[in-house]
């Protein structure tokens, strides 16, 4: 049994009539939808790229690209996996079945940018629930503030790794969840979140907070004097708020995905590898901390990147890919 924490369109707009049906939801633009059709990876991601923009208006990266393709044969193929979503404080599950797809032509009720049509699909479940198997609520609130870490997700579908959807599988049938909240780091994270609520400042917002310092103490520094050469690095933001809500919103469309490098990336508060931490990269570090020209990676690919640009690190990433 898989486990996904899954949201269903922009916004989590489909997710009303996934409760109301029973179902779980998948939609793909129809200038794409034809190359999954045809099993065309390459010629999907090159789509996508070339026709579809972010509700910023930017390009879609490839490695989210990449990504929406899978999201149709995922729920194609899912059967007797397990399922959750969080909606605001409630924490819902269900059960896929073997049950074959519905298929609708709609107009996107949420266009990345600009109107369009989308193919969508819907496939029902064993039906959704906010009780555990043993009849008892579950609140987004009261779960663990690591298990929070990894049962949100920035995404559409996100699979779990196996000690986390073995934890995920637990909370649902409502068993003791002691053998993960005895281990220390666990607990290192409980201790820690009562000095940082999550309700109040949350990782992901301290997350962007952080990018958002670095850039504007970075633009600073480069404009000091110095006996070695630096490029001007402005900021091109109102302030600093301006920023962080650019920040918000590329975490947000690159599905907490690395730009160049496609990997899951994690938040401050995380305890696994800091440098699959988010790190604030400009695409050209000849230009400014500006619109259009920023992108999130990981920690150490921001610093093995340098001052390269975007093709010419994703061709050396590339060969030590093709090398393995």
């Known amino acids: 049994m898989r486990v996904y924490i899954a949201n269903f369109g922009r916004g989590n707009w489909a997710w009303p009539d996934c409760l109301a049906r029973g179902t779980i939801a998948v939609m793909d633009d129809v200038r794409v939808h034809p190359f999954w059709k045809r099993d065309d990876r390459e010629g999907y991601i090159r789509e996508a790229q ?8 930017e390009y879609v990266i490839k490695p989210v690209a990449s990504r929406w393709f899978n ?4 729920l194609m193929q899912t059967y007797g996996d397990l399922w959750i979503h969080r909606e605001k404080d409630e924490l819902w599950w269900t059960e896929s079945i073997a049950s ?5 032509i709609i107009d996107d009720p949420k266009p990345r940018h600009g109107s369009t049509r989308i193919h969508l699909y819907h496939k029902v479940c064993s039906g959704w629930s906010d009780k555990d198997k043993k ?4 609140s987004w ?4 503030a690591r298990a929070r870490e990894f049962l949100f997700t920035e995404g559409t579908f996100q699979q779990l790794s196996d000690d986390n959807a073995d ?5 649902i049938s409502g068993e003791p969840l002691s053998p ?7 607990r290192a994270k409980a201790e820690q979140s009562k000095h940082f609520p999550v309700t109040h400042f949350d990782a992901r917002q301290r997350t962007v907070a952080r990018m958002a310092m670095m850039a504007m103490g970075t633009a600073q520094q480069s404009g000091m004097q110095s006996i070695s050469i630096k490029k001007n690095k402005n900021v091109v933001f109102l302030n600093q708020q301006d920023l962080e809500a650019y920040i918000a919103d590329l975490l947000a469309n690159q599905e907490g995905l690395c730009a160049l490098t496609g990997l899951s990336m994690i938040l401050d508060d995380a305890d696994d590898d800091t440098e699959l931490r988010c790190s604030l990269d400009r695409i050209d570090s000849n230009r400014h901390y500006e619109r259009g020209n920023l992108q999130i990676v990981c920690k150490f690919v921001n610093r093995w990147k340098g001052d390269a640009d975007n093709a010419e690190f994703a061709r050396l990433i590339g060969k030590v890919r093709s090398s393995g």
């Open 71 to 74: 999201l149709n044969t995922v």
């Open 167 to 171: 934890y995920a599988r637990v909370l």
């Open 100 to 104: 074959a797809p519905t298929e609708e």
């Open 50 to 57: 070339k026709e579809l923009r972010l509700a910023t208006g």
């Open 180 to 186: 993960w909240h005895n281990r220390p780091d666990w």
């Open 141 to 144: 609130n009261g779960l663990h």
């Open 135 to 138: 009849g008892r609520s579950l």
